[in-house]
Every structure is written in structure tokens, then in C-alpha cells.
């Protein structure tokens, strides 16, 4: 099993970066592919980027790519995702999550995610 804790969300302005992190407990982070949702008031929770077990594959919805990125490092059992160019729209709470899918069309959808395997979230607000 494991526990996952995302951090690092805040307030900034449009154009601005921030770094989320999500630190995972247990001794199997490795053995999960892990994803980046977010969910705005009032909307459904979208999936935002996902990266493989060992990291060598990433995938991201359209309205993040080029300015987010996802990455992670197993030795220290944590997944971040760098944001850049942060627009208004882009305010909601972050969340990472774990799953044993390994193919990117499965990592988009909350579905493929163990409800267990949620971290509390963390709030990421741009303002204009």
C-alpha cells in the first residue's frame, strides 16, 4: 500500500511557476505509475499528466502541454509536477495518485486509480 502527500501549492500570479511534489510512503512506489489530476469548484476532477514506473514515459492532457512537466525520482519516492506559465484557469486543487496501469490511455482516467491511492491535495491558485 501507499500513502501519498502532495505539497507545494500556493498563490501566483499568471506567468509565474510553481513545483508541486508528492512524497509517497511504503517500500512499492517504484512499482506504480502515478498521475497529476486537478479539480477546479464546481468542475470534475481532470487528469492532468501522468509518468510510467520508471519514469522513461510521460503523457499530459492538451491544455498543459508545453508548460507542465512531470517527473519523479525513486529513490526518494516522490513525483513532481513543474508548472509553468501559470494562467487563471489553471486554479484548483492538485492531486497525485498512484495506479498499476502502465498504458497512458488508462492513466488519463480516475478510473484506473485506487481510491486508497489519493493523496489530501493541495491548492494552486493564479491570479490574473
Known amino acids: 500500500q501507499v500513502q501519498l502527500v502532495e505539497s507545494g501549492g500556493g498563490l501566483v500570479q499568471a506567468g509565474g511557476s510553481l513545483r508541486l511534489s508528492c512524497a509517497a510512503s511504503?517500500?512499492?512506489?517504484?512499482?506504480?505509475?502515478m498521475g497529476w489530476f486537478r479539480q477546479a469548484p464546481g468542475k470534475e476532477r481532470e487528469f492532468v499528466a501522468a509518468?510510467?514506473?520508471?519514469?522513461?514515459?510521460?503523457c499530459s492532457a492538451d491544455s498543459v502541454k508545453g508548460r507542465f512537466t512531470v517527473s519523479r525520482d525513486n529513490a526518494k519516492n516522490t513525483v513532481y509536477l513543474q508548472m509553468n506559465s501559470l494562467k487563471p484557469e489553471d486554479t484548483a486543487v492538485y492531486y497525485c495518485?498512484?495506479?498499476?496501469?502502465?498504458?497512458?490511455?488508462?492513466?488519463?482516467?480516475?478510473?484506473?486509480?485506487?481510491?486508497?491511492?489519493w493523496g489530501q491535495g493541495t491548492q494552486v491558485t493564479v491570479s490574473s
Open positions: 511504503g517500500r512499492t512506489f517504484s512499482s506504480y505509475a
Open positions: 509518468i510510467s514506473r520508471s519514469g522513461s514515459s510521460t
Open positions: 495518485a498512484a495506479s498499476v496501469a502502465t498504458v497512458c490511455y488508462y492513466l488519463r482516467s480516475t478510473s484506473s486509480y485506487d481510491r486508497d491511492y
